[in-house]
């Protein structure tokens, strides 16, 4: 069976075709710029490429770009459409309705649609990619949708809910959602598997640090809490977002400003971060060299980070009671050693112990265990595979129907 992976944004759409005999990605690419002036990649799973600029006025339009490189004659991967079985999408938010992956239906589609207003950007480009994909490839092609907040679906009420007016909660769904649900449930289960343990066993701290960053408590392989929120505004510092603050910051700044809450929303969630502290990226690389360089704001933009790390994983280890392991992921998380070294050598009273040049190995890639035989929990490097996880799903439920 051959999965196409669909992840659409708001102007791109990123897919993989992953063959599930061997789960191994037969082609991969990106549709950038949609709507505005449009540029297309394409790589084949043996390095075959092609590049090219090109006017994508919607979803439809992309969807077409895929479609032909796909039966391309020169870096093409199939020979005719129907070889795709299944089309799976990766949906931000999911709201209180999906606990679960599931086939699309029309039914599916209008309450992914009425859960736009929690996530505006993101769960419309859905709703876009969902049906271009319908236009191009049929009704008769089955397609799932796998959601970021499914994952997260365990968490507790009293983990969940805000302090605010409970009517809220019943007339706006105002609660935690917490989101990078897919790749927390990935890693999670791979790091069981690194572990020869049964994950209802083991309680662990996933952490996905990125351009976008989020930490998860997960007990027996089910979310307990995570630092993401109502949107993924929430939680840690990351590349342009503030992470948790007091609300008071908001109105204070906007009042001392005049900032409308557009305006306001968008320097929360755009201005922020590395980028508002440094002043020099978002990047997390750029920022680590102009720390290196003796940029103060650089340097204290870092501390900033491995000190919000240091408490997301001290107050989950409280949640959770013990921590049986401790999960680095993406880009951040699996390539910067110098923030995992930084933060498990302040693990000390938790037992924690790395192996430094072991860590410093595990980069680009390099799925594995930094800590020592000795330490009392088990940190490991793992990269995370998103893809994966919706591809497995769609051929489950596809299989099941």
Do not use: W
């Not at 390095?47 to 479609?67: L, P, W």
């Not at 408490?311 to 923030?339: C, M, P, W």
């Not at 929990?377 to 893809?387: G, H, L, Q, W, Y």
Request: proline residues 2%; charged residues 25%; aromatic residues 6%.
């Amino acid at each position: 069976m051959k999965i196409l992976v669909i992840n659409a944004g708001s102007s791109s759409m990123k897919y993989q075709l992953i063959d599930m005999t061997d789960e191994s990605i037969l082609a991969k690419g990106n549709c950038e710029r949609i709507g505005i002036d449009g540029h297309f990649k394409h790589t084949a799973g043996d390095g075959r490429s092609c590049e090219y600029d090109v006017v994508m006025n919607n979803h439809t339009e992309a969807f077409i770009q895929i479609k032909n490189a796909l039966i391309d004659e020169k870096v093409g991967v199939i020979k005719e459409l129907s070889e795709v079985s299944a089309i799976g999408h990766r949906i931000v938010q999911g709201g209180s309705i999906f606990k679960e992956s599931v086939l699309v239906t029309e039914k599916v589609i209008e309450d992914i649609e009425s859960l736009i207003p929690l996530a505006p950007l993101h769960n419309a480009a859905h709703v876009q990619g969902i049906r271009a994909c319908i236009d191009v490839f049929g009704k008769d092609v089955p397609e799932v949708v796998v959601f970021d907040t499914a994952f997260h679906s365990t968490m507790p009420q009293t983990a969940y809910m805000y302090a605010v007016p409970y009517e809220y909660y019943e007339k706006y769904a105002v609660r935690r959602y917490g989101f990078h649900g897919t790749s927390h449930r990935y890693v999670s289960a791979r790091c069981a598997e690194l572990m020869g343990k049964d994950i209802k066993d083991l309680k662990m701290i996933t952490c996905h640090l990125g351009n976008g960053s989020s930490i998860t408590a997960i007990d027996g392989g089910k979310v307990v809490d995570t630092s993401m929120g109502l949107t993924p505004l929430d939680g840690i510092m990351m590349g342009t977002r503030t992470g948790c603050l007091d609300p008071s910051v908001v109105t204070f700044i906007a009042e001392k400003e005049g900032f409308t809450p557009s305006e306001m929303d968008t320097l929360l969630n755009k201005k922020s971060g590395f980028l508002g502290i440094s002043g020099v990226s978002s990047d997390d690389r750029d920022v680590c060299a102009a720390a290196e360089a003796g940029n103060a704001r650089a340097q204290l933009a870092i501390d900033m980070l491995e000190y919000h790390i240091l408490k997301y994983i001290g107050a989950y280890t409280a949640v959770l009671g013990r921590v049986d392991a401790i999960v680095f992921t993406a880009g951040i998380g699996e390539n910067q050693s110098s923030h995992r070294e930084n933060v498990c050598h302040k693990l000390g009273y938790l037992g924690v112990e790395i192996d430094d040049k072991v860590n410093a190995k595990a980069i680009r890639g390099v799925e594995g265990k930094i800590s020592t035989e000795n330490s009392k929990v088990d940190v490991f490097v793992i990269p995370t595979n998103e893809e994966i996880v919706i591809a497995r799903d769609t051929m489950a439920l596809v299989n099941k129907a």
